[in-house]
Nanobody, 119 residues
Framework: QVQLTESGGGMVHPGGSLRLSCAAS????????MAWFRRAPGMEREFVAA????????YYEDSVKGRFTISKDNAKNTLYLLMNSLKPEDTAVYYC????????????WGQGTQVTVSS
């Protein structure tokens, strides 16, 4: 497994933007997909977006389509999430995760970064 470190969270007004980063300590040959999840207060963990590491195929939860963009830099072993048009309901702790082919729960997870959208 790799070590994941999220950064870039903070507090913004509704309609604002943030870019989250997830730096991986290495890129194992078995990595399949990297993803962003979030957990809002009182809510269960929710899938946000994912990207196939080799192909670049992307997936988004419906509520963030058109607002969030997931991307990666293979050379830097870094995952990004550009969040535009942020809404109060986007407030959550955002986590990055790696799926090695057996699902995210069996993969690697970061410690999370707080995103707060409030006026």
């Amino acid at each position: 497994q790799v070590q994941l470190t999220e950064s870039g969270g903070g507090m913004v007004h509704p309609g604002g933007s943030l870019r989250l980063s997830c730096a991986a300590s290495s890129h194992p040959a078995t990595v399949l997909t990297m993803a962003w999840f979030r957990r809002a207060p009182g809510m269960e963990r929710e899938f946000v977006a994912a990207i196939n590491w080799n192909r670049g195929t992307v997936y988004y939860e419906d509520s963030v389509k058109g607002r969030f963009t997931i991307s990666k830099d293979n050379a830097k072993n870094t995952l990004y999430l550009l969040m535009n048009s942020l809404k109060p309901e986007d407030t959550a702790v955002y986590y990055c995760a790696v799926d090695y082919g057996l699902g995210y729960d069996a993969g690697s997870w970061g410690q999370g970064t707080q995103v707060t959208v409030s006026s």
